[in-house]
């Protein structure tokens, strides 16, 4: 994983197809699981584009991957992007090796532009709010 320090990197990150960005949060214990979905993909796929933006030291570009995104912020959070456009995401527990890989090789539901907060299905797409039933 490659760690984005600025726009400009985040620029060159996003028009790599099949770029994926994942928001890290070193003080939180849902991230840290992410985080090691994460690290199991990048041995798995060393040559895949992964970037990582460090949520708590980089809050400014955090937010510069929203707007360019069009996901609304969470974190943890996975993006990806195809032609220089989000293609898929998900956040908290969502983020699995599973589903980063489903989404690397084109599977995967397509990014939310505005997700509910919190957990669960929803963040892959599954249109119900979120506390209600189904």
């Excluded at 985040?10 to 840290?32: D, M, V, W, Y």
């Excluded at 996975?78 to 898929?88: K, N, P, Q, T, V």
């Excluded at 963040?123 to 506390?131: K, N």
Aim: net charge neutral.
């Amino acid at each position: 994983m490659r760690q984005l320090k600025n726009a400009d990197e985040l620029e060159q990150a996003i028009t790599t197809n099949g770029a994926l960005i994942f928001k890290h949060s070193t003080r939180c214990p849902i991230s840290a699981a992410a985080d090691r979905h994460m690290a199991k993909l990048v041995a798995e796929r060393p040559d895949a584009p992964i970037f990582i933006v460090d949520v708590n030291a980089q809050r400014a570009l955090s937010q510069k991957v929203a707007e360019r995104s069009g996901v609304e912020h969470h974190s943890p959070q996975a993006i990806l992007f195809r032609d220089g456009r989000s293609a898929w995401s998900a956040s908290h527990y969502d983020i699995t090796a599973k589903a980063l890989r489903a989404a690397l090789d084109g599977g995967g539901p397509p990014a939310r532009e505005s997700a509910p907060t919190g957990t669960g299905p929803t963040a892959l797409g599954d249109p119900s709010p979120e506390g209600s039933t189904r």
